[in-house]
């Protein structure tokens, strides 16, 4: 993030905390950065469900966007994206599901399974007869895709349709994965790709490949320049004769916001050994992918509050545990912070995939955090500070 101390505590002001700030021309960058690591023979998809905020600001990059669920769609469509940069994914489609997208004549649709190939045979029937990228999604031993068997059986059928372009195939088995494990996905999916170009006389198949690269919250450095990660996998598909898109999520969205949440109160254990922040945040809006938040200490600024009080600073390891009246809200331990005082602001790098959406938001029924995009030392409101209450009502 770009964005100053002294804007954070602006925005914190004019917003509340907690606070998610997004980095629009810092997102801009990063995805053109990563795009230009990849390799001839290779473009860049945004999986939206990491940070579906992203995708307005996104929506002009020379760059696909993977959407795995209706309501992903209808953001995508409200953002004004281009349906021909639209992947339509996800493992749970309806027949209505897929009749929306043919109608809206996105780009590719993933088939995950034989009921998925009856929804888009009733799409074609249903509706304006146009050329349809399809592809084919290969389980890689989860709920994910088809086995070969009944993958093999919807080839069959998807080449008597004259409506369809079958596209490739989709491969994708988590995230954060190790390279070990990337080398060996790459022979695998593209020796089936040729097993099934020579099986069914199938023209230029290209590869849609979720790969899952890792990003470090706990390295201790500022990552947003370490693009090692991009480059080695791109020396692992740079000569092979397919052709891929490689959907990144978590890789693009990670450095690019922060989330804002000011101590509210602070209080020694006791015994001396420990001294509590008390934040008016927690664990409902701060995930790290599934780490110990108590075991792990990501990137965190101190943004004191302004102060005349000249006295001795001293250091102290602190345990921050958030509003959530429960023994787990405990996000990081044996912080070491300068004398904390309530009025200050924490600063929690690096949570730019997955915090704003994905947190267990409606427990204890606090408020929705607000999200803002920054540019230029600008803030636009993306989600107002919103109570849940009225849900759990």
Do not use: W
């Not at 795995?68 to 489609?93: D, M, N, R, T, Y």
């Not at 599901?97 to 045979?121: F, G, M, N, P």
């Not at 088995?173 to 190790?178: H, N, R």
């Not at 290209?206 to 990552?223: H, M, Q, R, T, V």
Request: charged share 30%; hydrophobic share 35%; with cysteine.
């Amino acid at each position: 993030m770009t964005v100053n101390d002294s804007e954070i505590r602006k925005f914190a002001y004019e917003y509340g905390t907690p606070l998610f700030v997004i980095d629009k021309a810092e997102a801009k960058r990063r995805v053109r950065k990563i795009a230009e690591k990849l390799p001839k023979n290779a473009k860049l998809c945004y999986a939206i469900k990491a940070n579906a905020f992203l995708v307005e600001m996104l929506k002009d990059e020379d760059i696909m966007f993977e959407v795995c669920s209706p309501g992903e769609l209808s953001i995508c469509e409200k953002a004004g994206l281009s349906p021909e940069k639209i992947v339509f994914s996800g493992v749970v489609k309806t027949e209505e599901d897929v009749k929306r997208a043919y109608a809206l004549k996105v780009h590719t649709i993933t088939l995950e399974s034989k009921s998925q190939l009856d929804h888009l045979k009733k799409a074609v029937e249903a509706g304006q007869a146009h050329k349809q990228n399809v592809i084919l999604r290969l389980s890689g031993g989860n709920q994910f895709g088809m086995n070969e068997s009944d993958l093999c059986d919807c080839l069959k059928e998807l080449k008597r349709m004259d409506s369809i372009n079958i596209r490739g195939i989709h491969f994708f088995t988590g995230t954060q994965k190790k390279f070990k494990t990337i080398a060996e996905e790459i022979p695998f999916i593209e020796g089936f790709c040729e097993k099934v170009k020579r099986d069914f006389s199938l023209g230029e198949l290209e590869i849609e490949y979720g790969a899952g690269l890792p990003y470090d919250y706990f390295s201790g450095k500022d990552e947003r320049e370490n693009y090692s990660a991009i480059e080695e996998f791109s020396a692992l598909i740079a000569e092979s004769k397919f052709k891929y898109t490689i959907e990144l999520g978590r890789y693009i969205a990670a450095p690019l916001a922060s989330y804002v949440t000011k101590i509210v109160d602070s209080k020694d254990s006791g015994d001396g050994k420990n001294r509590y922040c008390l934040i008016d945040g927690g664990i409902n809006h701060i995930n790290y992918f599934g780490q110990m938040m108590g075991m792990k200490v990501p990137r965190i600024d101190h943004i004191r509050i302004p102060s005349d009080n000249k006295a001795f600073k001293e250091e102290v390891d602190c345990t921050i545990a958030g509003s959530l009246c429960t023994t787990a809200d405990i996000v990081v331990r044996k912080l070491p912070l300068e004398s904390p005082r309530i009025g200050d602001l924490l600063k929690f790098n690096d949570i730019g995939a997955y915090s704003m959406t994905e947190g267990i938001y409606l427990f204890l029924s606090h408020p929705l955090p607000a999200v803002v995009s920054v540019e230029d030392g600008k803030a636009m409101q993306l989600r107002k500070n919103t109570e849940t209450f009225i849900v759990n009502a």
